[in-house]
């Protein structure tokens, strides 16, 4: 069983106890794995940390509504951020909503793009998604790690 170490404080600090967790947070935060820091975060200060850690994030009215609907994304969410990173370090993340016009089956898309795609980025890509793709198994959400070729540049957060 993972530890979970992000602990909900105020956003204001009217105690010496307060201060404490505060503390207590930034140990955690330096300390635990990426995705056990941010294992019981809310979805929105989620999708800021996303966002801070310079991921885009296109129609965030459905991505909340989606994590809402399945909070135990959240973690994995953060593996796959972690994951991409190692492995595609020079790729644009954009975090979406997929919709399939044929069926009513939406689910979170991770889109890593990036200027060039060199004959390695698949297999990159793979492996990536194989570090958290397990975490899915019990899930009733989903997650991919996919590209759609796209440069970063050509598609923009919206």
Known sequence: ??????????????????VLDTLERIYCLQQCPMDE?????????????LERAGVCIEG????????????????????AVSAAREHLPE???????YQDPEIDDPHLVLYARQETYDPSFMERLER?????????????GWLNLATDFWRPSERRCL
Request: hydrophobic share 40%; with cysteine.
């Open 1 to 18: 069983m993972s530890r979970i170490c992000w602990r909900r404080i105020p956003f204001s600090l009217p105690s010496k106890h307060c």
């Open 37 to 49: 820091r941010y294992a019981d975060l809310p979805v929105e200060v989620a999708l800021d940390e």
């Open 60 to 79: 965030r009215d459905r991505v909340v509504h989606y994590l809402t609907a399945f909070p135990s994304l959240i973690q994995t969410l953060f593996r």
């Open 91 to 97: 790729a644009e993340l954009t975090l979406e909503v």
């Open 128 to 140: 990536a998604e194989a570090t958290y793709i397990d975490d899915l198994k019990y899930s009733k």
